[in-house]
């Protein structure tokens, strides 16, 4: 059997193991939505370590810590974190995590505008820590409060809705029972 040099940026997956990879990302990205849902993100840990990270973040990234507004945390740019300079950066950035995160490197799904929703055109794929560092920075900024409240909306409406479904199939069984 001939060893080869394996290349990450060459790989081919499994079709098996990607759907897998998928489905919990989309599971992750639910959970944290629902967090932010029931949680101020001011007050929210992600990790024993959010003090670490979010420092480091912007240690490394000098360039995300620009107020008011944090422009760069708060509207990700694919393009500038997956370029060659980008992901070298990221490379030695998460490398930092790999004995202090559990799952650091694992994918995760992440709103490219911190004040939508997921949605098919709002979500990147990132490693988790990535997720983490810029999650943490975008509830410790405020830059989360407005997703807070439409999550918060959201389940409002859901919860009206499934009130409302449940009165009219109360309302069609005693119509069935001829009361």
């Known amino acids: 059997m001939a060893t080869q040099q394996f290349d990450p940026n060459n790989a081919q997956n499994a079709i098996e193991i990607e759907k897998q990879f998928a489905v ?8 944290y939505w629902n967090l932010l849902e029931k949680v101020p993100p001011r ?11 979010f420092d480091h ?9 620009t107020p008011p507004k944090y422009e760069k945390i708060a ?26 995160v559990q ?16 949605n098919e055109t709002n979500t990147i794929f990132v490693t988790r820590i990535q997720f983490y560092a810029f ?5 410790r900024l405020g ?11 959201e389940a409002e409406k859901e919860r009206i809705k499934k009130e409302k479904e449940a009165k009219e199939k109360e309302k069609g069984k005693k119509k069935g029972n001829g009361r």
């Open 24 to 31: 919990k990302a989309v599971e992750h990205a639910q959970t």
């Open 43 to 53: 007050e929210l840990r992600l990790t024993k370590i959010d003090d670490e990270i």
């Open 57 to 65: 973040l912007m240690q490394e990234f000098p360039e995300l810590n």
């Open 75 to 100: 509207k990700l740019d694919e393009d500038w974190m997956k370029s060659p300079e980008g992901k070298e950066r990221w490379r030695k950035f998460i490398a930092a995590y790999e004995k202090k």
């Open 103 to 118: 799952d650091y490197n694992f994918g995760s799904l992440i709103r490219t505008d911190c004040s939508d929703e997921y």
């Open 135 to 139: 999650e943490i920075a975008r509830n």
């Open 143 to 153: 830059l989360n409060d407005k997703a807070h409240e439409l999550a918060k909306a």
